[in-house]
C-alpha cells in the first residue's frame, strides 16, 4: 500500500501564490509518476499536472500553463505544485495521485493511489 498525504493549501487573494506538497509513503514502486487532480463545488474532478520519475516529462492542462509548475524531490518522495498567479477558478479541493508506471497520463482512472487532498480557495 501506498499512502499519500498533501499539504499547503489555505486561503489566498487573486494573484497569490501557493506551494501545495504531497509525500508519498509506504510500498512505492522504482519509478512511478505522479499528479495533481482538483475539484471544485459541483463540478467534476479534472487534471491539473503530471511528472515522470525524472522531472523531464510535465504535462499541464491549458488552464494553468504559464502559472502552476509541478516538481519532485525523489529523495523525499515528495512532488509539489507551485500555484502563482492565482484566479478565484482556481478554487478547489487538490488531489496528489501516484501510479506504478514512469510515463505521466491525464486521466484519472489510470492512477493506482490517491491522497484526502488539500482545500484551495481564492478570494477575490
Known amino acids: 500500500q501506498v499512502q499519500l498525504v498533501e499539504s499547503g493549501g489555505g486561503l489566498v487573494q487573486t494573484g497569490g501564490s501557493l506551494r501545495l506538497s504531497c509525500a508519498a509513503s509506504?510500498?512505492?514502486?522504482?519509478?512511478?509518476?505522479m499528479a495533481w487532480f482538483r475539484q471544485a463545488p459541483g463540478k467534476e474532478r479534472e487534471f491539473v499536472a503530471a511528472i515522470n520519475w525524472s522531472g523531464g516529462s510535465r504535462n499541464y492542462t491549458d488552464s494553468v500553463k504559464g502559472r502552476f509548475t509541478i516538481s519532485r524531490d525523489n529523495a523525499k518522495n515528495t512532488v509539489y505544485l507551485q500555484m502563482n498567479s492565482l484566479k478565484t477558478e482556481d478554487t478547489a479541493r487538490y488531489y496528489c495521485?501516484?501510479?506504478?508506471?514512469?510515463?505521466?497520463?491525464?486521466?484519472?482512472?489510470?492512477?493506482?493511489?490517491w491522497g484526502q487532498g488539500t482545500q484551495v480557495t481564492v478570494s477575490s
Open positions: 509506504g510500498r512505492t514502486t522504482n519509478y512511478y509518476a
Open positions: 495521485a501516484l501510479r506504478h508506471a514512469n510515463k505521466p497520463t491525464t486521466r484519472e482512472g489510470t492512477y493506482d493511489y
